[in-house]
């Protein structure tokens, strides 16, 4: 199992910009792959981008492919979200997922789940 706790998320406004950063600890960072999710009031959890066990490959939702980012960094047991040009519609709360399957071409969310953090963009 994997403990994972996410930060950074909070209030912002429209085309600003937000870093989530999730934290792992137990089984060995660096041979899973991990993703964020988000889950806003009312619709399902969604995928939002995925990275790889080595950082070579990452995915993106169409909602989000050119404004944000997915990095790693296995030296320090994190994954980060970069959130620029961001919307109203990007309102979420943000999880961090990890032990998922890396299809290569697409990530399947595993069974390691954070607590989530708020991001909430104002109009």
């Known amino acids: 199992q994997v403990h994972l706790v996410e930060s950074g998320g909070g209030l912002v406004q429209a085309g600003g910009s937000l870093r989530l950063s999730c934290a792992a600890s137990g089984r060995a960072f660096s041979a899973y792959a991990l993703g964020w999710f988000r889950q806003a009031p009312g619709k399902e959890r969604e995928f939002v981008a995925a990275?790889?066990?080595?950082?070579?490959?990452?995915y993106y939702s169409d909602s989000v492919k050119g404004r944000f980012t997915i990095s790693r960094d296995n030296a320090e047991n994190m994954v980060y979200l970069q959130m620029d040009s961001l919307k109203p519609e990007d309102t979420a709360v943000y999880y961090c997922n990890a032990e998922g399957t890396d299809s290569g071409s697409y990530y399947y969310a595993g069974g390691s789940w954070g607590q989530g953090t708020q991001v909430t963009v104002s109009s």
């Open positions: 990275i790889s066990w080595s950082g070579s490959r990452t």
